[in-house]
């Protein structure tokens, strides 16, 4: 019985580490899928808010119904941005799950960045 549930129990954390983040995977998606409208540092004339520190701040614009930017806020926003706030001018085609969550990692590791 213990070597069954010690079995198991390496499953689950091999599929569970292979399912981890990749913040570095998650800069080269965000670079395709967010870059061309946002930058990191600055807010673009016309275009989107700077992203540099995003994760665990609050939203800068009004109407976004969440209190700060986390890991739940930020799936649903990249999930269906439109849903969140119906009027808003950020329109994207839909964002895999494991894109999402590796741009979610990279938005935590840029909070330090230079």
Not at 65 to 87: G, I, Y
Request: glycine content about 6%.
């Amino acid at each position: 019985m213990l070597r069954v549930l010690l079995f198991t129990f390496c499953l689950l954390s091999f599929s569970l580490s292979a399912q981890a983040a990749d913040a570095a995977r998650g800069k080269v998606v965000a670079q395709v899928r967010c870059m061309p409208c946002h930058h990191l540092n600055t807010l673009l004339p016309g275009i989107g808010p700077g992203l540099k520190g995003i994760y665990g701040r609050a939203p800068s614009i009004s109407g976004i119904p969440f209190d700060v930017w986390d890991d739940t806020a930020l799936n649903v926003w990249l999930s269906n941005p439109r849903a969140v706030k119906p009027n808003t001018r950020m329109v994207l085609p839909p964002i895999a799950a494991r894109d999402r969550a590796d741009i979610i990692a990279w938005f935590k590791s840029v909070k330090d960045e230079k």
